[in-house]
């Protein structure tokens, strides 16, 4: 998952970016609200993280140009301004969250995965291909029930594939949700990732799920002659709280 975040002050910029990282996502970070609307423009986000009071023109007025231009993508909106004149304000132009600064980590966290579910196409908590199992609010995987070791990039890889189950996904998409601004698409790194997975969720238990369509991407799933009773690809979304924050790398108990 990518997302963008739009945070002038640089010390809380940091500390979100870092929380964010550590929990597998692509993060983006710009400090106004020309550089946010340019960004969304030529990038491909799954949410934004937009702080109200911004240079140039402010949250309120970013999230209304990205609602007046169509774009549906989910926004979480953080302010020190916490008169309910300006949440409902902030909502009703289209903002899909609100978070008063100061807030705990483990709160924005948690809304944040609550906007990644909503909509048609609906984040599953727990993700099953065959007999690989992928536990996206823990944020590990398990195949043949044991657990497999996964870097955070490893794993973030692993469940956008997961999350596109039986769909040919190419190198320019995955580089648009799994890795940040910074990704060099001449490189080959979405290919050592590949041969990275392949060496730890495929070959250790004989039957490989994520294939290679030549000229065309990759695609995680069950092959039809490899089948038994366990093909199966199933999605189960449970929003019942996690109270341990979902096994998360990053201690949620401080305040921004």
Not at 60 to 88: K, Q, Y
Not at 179 to 201: A, C, H, M, T
Not at 218 to 242: G, R
Request: proline share 4%.
């Amino acid at each position: 998952m990518r997302i963008l975040l739009v945070e002038d002050d640089p010390g809380v910029a940091r500390f979100v970016a870092r929380a964010l990282r550590e929990q597998a996502y692509a993060v983006d970070v710009v400090a106004d609200g020309e550089d946010a609307l340019y960004k969304v423009a030529i990038s491909t986000y799954d949410a934004v993280v937009l702080d109200v009071m911004i240079p140039g023109r402010n949250g309120f007025e970013v999230c209304r140009e990205l609602r007046d231009s169509g774009m549906r993508i989910p926004v979480l909106m953080l302010t020190a301004r916490d008169a309910v004149e300006d949440r409902i304000n902030g909502l009703d132009i289209g903002a899909d969250d609100y978070l008063t600064k100061p807030f705990e980590v483990g709160e924005l966290l948690a809304r944040l995965r609550a906007l990644l579910r909503r909509g048609a196409d609906l984040r599953a908590n727990a993700i099953k291909i065959g007999d690989l199992e992928i536990d996206t609010r823990g944020q590990h995987a398990k195949r043949a029930s044991q657990l497999l070791d996964l870097t955070t990039k490893e794993y973030s890889l692993l469940e956008y594939l997961a999350h596109n189950a039986g769909r040919v996904v190419g190198r320019e998409e995955i580089a648009e949700h799994v890795w940040d601004q910074n990704f060099d698409p001449f490189s080959n790194l979405i290919e050592v990732y590949i041969n990275r997975l392949r060496g730890k969720v495929d070959e250790p238990f004989g039957v490989p799920l994520i294939h290679t369509r030549r000229g065309a991407g990759y695609v995680l799933q069950v092959m039809p002659e490899e089948a038994d009773t366990s093909n199966t690809v199933s999605m189960k979304s449970d929003n019942t709280p996690n109270n341990d924050g979902g096994g998360q790398r990053h201690k949620e108990g401080k305040n921004v």
